[in-house]
């Protein structure tokens, strides 16, 4: 059983994977290769028609069960790890538990997220697929890329949609990193189009499987952790127009304050980077 530490269940270090060479994981290796060249020869595999109009038929929705190789997979999944003790618990009565790991730290630590984040590979196949043209998001959201954690039962979240405040729209790709839990991701399509009846549905997104969207059309929520469970997914949030009205940006920097990543986090620029 998973040592406990503090109430969230330790994510121990993995046993060697299959291909590990001398000694030398896989996730090492990956860290070696350019994520953006991986992406690319993923992608070029993929029948991209056939998912934008899968995406548009959704509404603004798309489930892959696998994305990622395993390579790149086995790395998120080692700085997953890596980046635990430094997650912000956060506790919204009614609505969410759970921990978070924003870009700043992911920036000054996991390096190779923040690299992924910014591949032109992946973004060009987003736009394919969205048929938007698409921006990083500024480098003061800390919500730009990010990991979640479940490691406490009853760790969730509860209904909702990705409310975007900027002046365009963002989507959201979910990427699976870690799931040795019974967390499912449950949503409702279409219930902002009155002209096509909701469409619920539900996935348990498998590491290096995906999940798009565009959050302020997807209503979803993720189910609640159990005893001894484990459940680490990472968002990448794309935008096409970065621009955000200033009393904005303080909404949405008190959300992530409050809700995902503490104060200082979101605030960090303010506080002189510290």
């Known amino acids: 059983m998973p040592e406990q530490v503090t109430g969230d269940i330790a994510i121990a270090p993995r046993a060697p994977l299959d291909g590990d060479h001398h000694g ?6 990956a860290a070696a290769r350019r994520p953006d060249a991986a992406v690319a020869g993923v992608v070029a595999k993929l029948d991209t028609p056939a998912l934008r109009q899968d995406f548009d038929r959704q509404g603004a929705f798309l489930y892959l069960d696998r994305l ?18 430094g997650l912000n618990r956060n ?37 394919q697929v969205t048929g938007d ?28 949609y990705d409310t975007s405040y900027y002046d365009g729209r963002r989507y959201t790709l979910l990427i ?22 909701d469409e619920p549905g539900s996935v348990q997104i498998p590491p290096g499987g995906i999940v798009l969207f565009d959050g302020d059309k997807l209503r979803h929520r993720i189910t609640p952790a159990g005893p001894n469970e484990i459940r680490v997914s990472l968002t990448f949030e794309y935008v096409t127009d970065p621009g ?26 303010l506080l002189g980077g510290k």
């Open 68 to 85: 990622l190789g395993p390579d790149e997979t086995a790395q998120l999944e080692a700085l997953a790890r890596s980046l635990q003790s």
């Open 133 to 160: 043209k698409l921006q990083v998001c500024p480098e003061s959201d800390p919500h730009a890329y990010a990991l979640y954690y479940y490691t406490r039962q009853g760790d969730h979240i509860g209904w909702h």
């Open 24 to 29: 030398e994981p896989v996730a090492a290796r």
């Open 91 to 127: 506790y919204l009565p009614g609505h969410k538990q759970g921990g978070s790991v924003s870009r700043h730290t992911i920036d000054e630590k996991a390096p190779f997220i923040a690299e992924l984040y910014r591949s032109r590979a992946l973004i060009g196949w987003l736009e």
């Open 244 to 269: 955000m009205k200033p009393w904005l940006r303080f909404i949405s920097n008190m959300k992530d304050a409050v809700a995902y990543f503490g104060f200082r986090q979101v605030f960090r620029r």
């Open 176 to 197: 699976g990193v870690l799931d040795e839990s019974s967390c499912r991701l449950d949503y409702e399509l279409h219930t902002r189009n009155p002209d096509i009846p």
